[in-house]
Nanobody, 124 residues
């Protein structure tokens, strides 16, 4: 079992940057691929970005590519999502997820471990 705790969300104006963090605890000795998803009010959960267990591979959704960057620091058991040039449409609850596999994957059903989420609100 692994527990995930997101942080870094907030209320910001369009155009600024935020960095989300996801701290993992528990069975962190295993190798976990990690991902960020988001869910806006009234919408389905949406894939944002994923990173392999050792950070050698990443994949990011087209909707945020070029603005969002995923990274990880395994020494700190933490995954980050750097979000630049935020837009109003980025407003959502952002969730961190983990799967006990090496490789990346964008499907939410493949991730058994989820954090509680952190709210990001972007105003115009």
């Amino acid at each position: 079992q692994v527990q995930l705790l997101e942080s870094g969300g907030g209320l910001v104006q369009a155009g600024v940057s935020l960095r989300l963090a996801c701290a993992a605890s528990g069975r962190t000795g295993s190798r976990y691929a990690m991902a960020w998803f988001r869910q806006a009010p009234g919408k389905e959960r949406e894939f944002v970005s994923t990173i392999s267990a050792i950070g050698s591979s990443t994949y990011t959704a087209d909707s945020v590519k070029g603005r969002f960057t995923i990274s990880r620091d395994n020494a700190k058991n933490t995954v980050y999502l750097q979000m630049n040039m935020l837009k109003v449409e980025d407003t959502a609850t952002y969730y961190c997820a983990a799967r006990e596999r090496f490789n990346i994957y964008s499907g939410s059903s493949s991730y058994p471990y989820w954090g509680q989420g952190t709210q990001v609100t972007v105003s115009s």
